[in-house]
């Protein structure tokens, strides 16, 4: 099966620019997140998605940040204005249902941002 | 608050050294504890899922093991396609993953 699908890789833009990123899961899989990971760090959950319906976004930055699912398949995420402590890599991951506690996380290989 | 701390940070093996690499965590109602592989530029790739205290699981030369506070992922005679930073997470029942912080493992030729 095709994996999770990230773009772009990389994305270097200027602090207070704004920037996008979109993902593409694992086909059937209903829940989708977004995790931050910073260098030397373990990901961080920004948001979660069950089908497009929000269930956690307790630790995305709202002033700054925001996600969307639309049709429960594709997303994107996007960061306006960015500031020098977003750069990290984003990282997209599905699951097959994340309401269920047996249901590991698939990632995608990420998007690594800087901002200058 | 739950938290996940891995140990060491970093460790450097020679080819065919093994060792066990530590996740401990503090968690009430643990629902399942997931051990990835990071290789650099890549996402995290799903290795095991552990569910209950003394529960293991293989997968050619690592071995998972749990306990009541802390899981350990040894590894057996090591190769140095083996390289790469391991992180472990939990699941409580009603939350998210909380990730630990990794360690990087080099296993040198």
């Known amino acids: 099966e095709a994996g999770v699908a990230q773009s772009p890789r990389y994305k270097i833009i200027e602090k207070r620019q704004s920037v996008a990123f979109w993902c593409n899961p694992i086909s059937g899989h209903a829940t989708l997140y977004w995790y931050q990971q910073i260098l030397g760090q373990g990901p961080k959950l920004l948001i979660q998605f069950q089908n497009n319906g929000v269930v956690d976004d307790s630790q995305l930055p709202k002033d700054r940040f925001s996600a969307e699912r639309l049709k429960g398949v594709d997303s994107t995420l996007k960061i306006q204005p960015a500031k020098l402590e977003d750069s990290a890599v984003y990282l997209c991951a599905s699951s097959l249902d994340g309401t269920r506690y047996n249901s590991p996380l698939h990632f995608g290989n990420g998007t690594r941002l800087t901002v200058t | 608050e739950d938290q996940v701390t891995q140990s060491p940070e970093a460790l450097r093996l020679q080819e065919g050294e093994s060792s066990s690499l530590n996740c401990s965590y503090t968690?009430?109602?643990?629902?399942?504890l997931f051990w990835y592989r990071q290789d650099p530029g890549k996402g995290p790739e799903f290795l095991f899922t552990l569910y209950s205290a003394g529960e293991e699981k293989e997968k050619e030369r690592l071995k998972a093991t749990l306990t009541k506070k802390e899981s350990f992922l040894h590894i057996t005679a090591p190769k140095p396609e083996d390289s790469a930073t391991y992180l472990c997470a939990v699941h409580r029942k009603g939350q998210n993953f909380v990730f630990g912080p990794g360690t990087r493992l080099s296993v040198l030729p």
């Open positions: 968690v009430s109602g643990l629902r399942g």
